[in-house]
């Protein structure tokens, strides 16, 4: 690749930035259709709630594109990883099935998080029609790491792409031409948009196979990557991906309980997508720095000194907005929020304005770590993150009987922060 410059940092790693950019924009896209719709307290408290479980389910095979980037360096190791992930993929939608049993759902939702019954009944339908979700997003991450190991960041974001037009074309002609409820067509429109970027990204994937398939394989057989070798890298992420995305119906489950719950729930996934436009682009770059880490120190500051920059931009950027009638101005007329909801929206986006730095740190500390091979460190960072957000949500919840949605992402931000120090501290006691 030669001597890595800035340029060549951007020019890898913005097809990934855009790719996480057109992802993001789909959370205040749909959220500003069910907000124009009926009832949009009921509907944007059940997408959430519908939402935070499909993350939870699809946790295990989210570390799949890092997984491909890392593992896959012929075709033997290819085979292995698919079929791999086809099994996971397996396993992960059948949970779903179980998940969606009746009894079990409604008495999560109902008994345990104390949803009203119309927004349960609204929430189980609604997950449901997310059933495609995890599988394809197992299937298009495997296949988009071997187009990123491959150079070919580009066609991941042309995918992406193709999900956004599937989706958003899904979203409005259900929003024009039938009266469905407003969390119907945000996770019908979800469903369709995961489904074509999988079937896109496998088509784009072809002539990168073909290649792969054609040359003689540079390893040995005591190299050949194993089932056995695929469960030790690959078990520290999935725990991380699922204790990282499992969080997410334990903050439903707190915010259910607090002052404002209902309320609550219903902002929150709108200041979630609002930051997930800053901090989506943070995460592209573990990808990005997994692949060009590693050929020297010197190469490695410079991916360091671009990261603090990233880092600090993107919280700048949010602090503008948040701190500025900018941000009234996006949830009232841009997503379409009522004054109520409005006004309890501007708190929650004020504190989480460090946490796209803090996304971009903990993607460059975790980068160093599966590129060492330590993935462990990046679990351990995960349970303190975990801990964090429970400890905060106990506090500011049951003790101090906070708003409910302002418990949640102090919550988020106080976990981050523990973890991102925790692997500061690992990582300078390495060197």
Request: charged fraction near 15%; aromatic fraction near 12%.
């Given at each position: 690749?030669g001597?890595?410059?800035?340029?060549?940092?951007?020019?890898?790693?913005?097809?990934?930035?855009?790719?996480?950019l057109?992802?993001?924009?789909?959370?205040?896209?749909?959220?500003?259709?069910?907000?124009?719709?009926?009832?949009?307290?009921?509907?944007?408290?059940a997408?959430?709630?519908?939402?935070?479980?499909?993350?939870?389910?699809?946790?295990?095979?989210?570390?799949?594109?890092?997984?491909?980037?890392?593992?896959?360096?012929?075709?033997q190791?290819?085979?292995?990883?698919?079929?791999?992930?086809?099994?996971?993929?397996?396993?992960?939608?059948?949970?779903?099935?179980?998940?969606?049993i009746?009894?079990?759902?409604?008495?999560?939702?109902?008994?345990?998080?104390?949803?009203?019954?119309?927004?349960?009944?609204?929430?189980?339908t609604?997950?449901?029609?997310?059933?495609?979700?995890?599988?394809?997003?197992?299937?298009?991450?495997?296949?988009?790491?071997?187009?990123?190991?491959?150079?070919?960041?580009?066609r991941?974001?042309?995918?992406?792409?193709?999900?956004?037009?599937?989706?958003?074309?899904?979203?409005?002609?259900?929003?024009?031409?039938?009266?469905?409820?407003?969390?119907?067509?945000?996770t019908?429109?979800?469903?369709?948009?995961?489904?074509?970027?999988?079937?896109?990204?496998?088509?784009?994937?072809?002539g990168?196979?073909?290649?792969?398939?054609?040359?003689?394989?540079?390893?040995?057989?005591?190299?050949?990557?194993?089932?056995?070798?695929?469960?030790?890298?690959?078990?520290?992420?999935?725990?991380?991906?699922?204790?990282?995305?499992?969080?997410?119906?334990?903050?439903?489950?707190?915010?259910?309980?607090?002052?404002?719950?209902?309320?609550?729930?219903?902002?929150?996934?709108?200041?979630?997508?609002?930051?997930?436009?800053?901090?989506?682009?943070?995460?592209?770059?573990?990808?990005?720095?997994?692949?060009?880490?590693?050929?020297?120190d010197?190469?490695?500051?410079?991916?360091?000194?671009?990261?603090?920059?990233?880092?600090?931009g993107?919280?700048?950027?949010?602090?503008?907005?948040?701190?500025?009638?900018?941000?009234?101005?996006?949830?009232?007329?841009?997503?379409?929020?009522?004054?109520?909801?409005?006004?309890?929206?501007?708190?929650?986006?004020?504190?989480?304005?460090?946490f796209?730095?803090?996304?971009?740190?903990?993607?460059?500390?975790?980068?160093?770590?599966?590129?060492?091979?330590?993935?462990?460190?990046?679990?351990?960072?995960?349970?303190?993150e975990?801990?964090?957000?429970?400890?905060?949500?106990?506090?500011?919840?049951?003790?101090?009987?906070?708003?409910g949605?302002?418990a949640?992402?102090?919550?988020?931000v106080?976990?981050?922060?523990?973890?991102?120090?925790?692997?500061?501290?690992?990582?300078?006691?390495?060197?």
């Amino acid at each position: 690749m030669g001597t890595l410059t800035i340029k060549k940092i951007l020019k890898f790693w913005l097809p990934l930035a855009g790719t996480w950019l057109m992802m993001s924009l789909e959370g205040p896209f749909l959220a500003a259709l069910i907000a124009r719709l009926v009832d949009p307290k009921f509907n944007l408290a059940a997408y959430g709630v519908a939402f935070s479980f499909a993350l939870i389910i699809e946790a295990p095979v989210i570390m799949m594109m890092t997984a491909s980037t890392t593992l896959v360096h012929d075709y033997q190791s290819l085979k292995k990883l698919r079929q791999f992930t086809w099994i996971l993929n397996a396993m992960i939608t059948g949970i779903m099935l179980i998940l969606l049993i009746p009894d079990i759902f409604f008495f999560l939702t109902i008994d345990l998080i104390g949803l009203p019954e119309n927004v349960a009944h609204l929430t189980h339908t609604a997950t449901i029609i997310l059933i495609p979700w995890p599988g394809a997003i197992g299937f298009r991450r495997f296949y988009q790491g071997v187009l990123i190991r491959n150079h070919a960041t580009r066609r991941v974001a042309y995918g992406t792409g193709i999900r956004l037009l599937s989706m958003a074309s899904m979203a409005l002609s259900l929003f024009l031409f039938t009266d469905l409820p407003g969390v119907y067509i945000g996770t019908a429109a979800l469903s369709a948009g995961v489904v074509a970027e999988a079937i896109s990204t496998r088509f784009m994937v072809h002539g990168v196979l073909k290649k792969i398939r054609l040359e003689d394989s540079s390893f040995a057989q005591s190299k050949r990557l194993r089932f056995r070798g695929i469960i030790s890298f690959y078990y520290p992420l999935a725990l991380t991906s699922m204790l990282t995305l499992g969080v997410h119906p334990l903050v439903t489950f707190f915010v259910g309980k607090s002052v404002m719950s209902l309320e609550s729930l219903a902002v929150l996934p709108v200041v979630g997508s609002f930051v997930f436009l800053f901090r989506g682009v943070g995460l592209s770059f573990q990808e990005a720095a997994i692949t060009l880490m590693g050929e020297n120190d010197k190469d490695d500051k410079l991916i360091k000194r671009f990261a603090t920059f990233l880092g600090t931009g993107l919280s700048i950027l949010l602090a503008i907005t948040a701190f500025t009638p900018l941000s009234r101005i996006w949830f009232s007329v841009v997503s379409g929020l009522s004054e109520e909801l409005t006004t309890l929206a501007m708190k929650p986006i004020m504190i989480m304005t460090i946490f796209p730095a803090t996304t971009v740190l903990i993607a460059f500390q975790r980068a160093i770590l599966v590129k060492s091979g330590r993935t462990s460190l990046i679990t351990w960072a995960t349970l303190i993150e975990v801990a964090g957000i429970l400890l905060i949500l106990y506090v500011g919840v049951v003790q101090l009987s906070w708003i409910g949605a302002i418990a949640a992402v102090s919550a988020f931000v106080f976990g981050r922060v523990a973890a991102n120090s925790y692997l500061y501290l690992q990582l300078k006691i390495a060197k």
